[in-house]
């Protein structure tokens, strides 16, 4: 069975957004200044090949844990649903 997973991966809260923080000032600099807080990173999609959601599941979160993110800065969280 093929299941497609939607993976967002972000920076810690407690660890700071260079990148945020500077989109976070240029809303001030274009006339948005009730936007705040912005914090980027990254979302991933793919595709993998598994008996269950469940074999599924535990393939994704490996693939998180040693390759998509750096778990001693980012955090990630996941979806699954049959392709």
């Given at each position: 069975?093929?299941?497609?997973?939607?993976?967002?991966?972000?920076?810690?809260?407690?660890?700071?957004?260079?990148?945020?923080?500077?989109?976070?000032?240029?809303?001030?600099?274009?006339?948005?200044?009730?936007?705040?807080?912005?914090?980027?990173?990254?979302?991933?999609?793919?595709?993998?090949?598994?008996?269950?959601?469940?074999?599924?599941?535990?393939?994704?979160?490996?693939?998180?844990?040693?390759?998509?993110?750096?778990?001693?800065?980012?955090?990630?969280?996941?979806s699954l649903e049959k392709a």
């Amino acid at each position: 069975m093929k299941f497609k997973a939607e993976i967002d991966v972000m920076p810690l809260d407690a660890l700071l957004d260079p990148q945020g923080k500077a989109v976070t000032s240029s809303m001030k600099t274009v006339g948005l200044e009730a936007i705040e807080g912005v914090r980027i990173g990254k979302h991933i999609r793919l595709f993998v090949e598994a008996n269950s959601e469940e074999e599924a599941g535990t393939k994704v979160d490996e693939a998180c844990k040693k390759i998509l993110s750096n778990q001693i800065m980012e955090s990630y969280t996941y979806s699954l649903e049959k392709a």
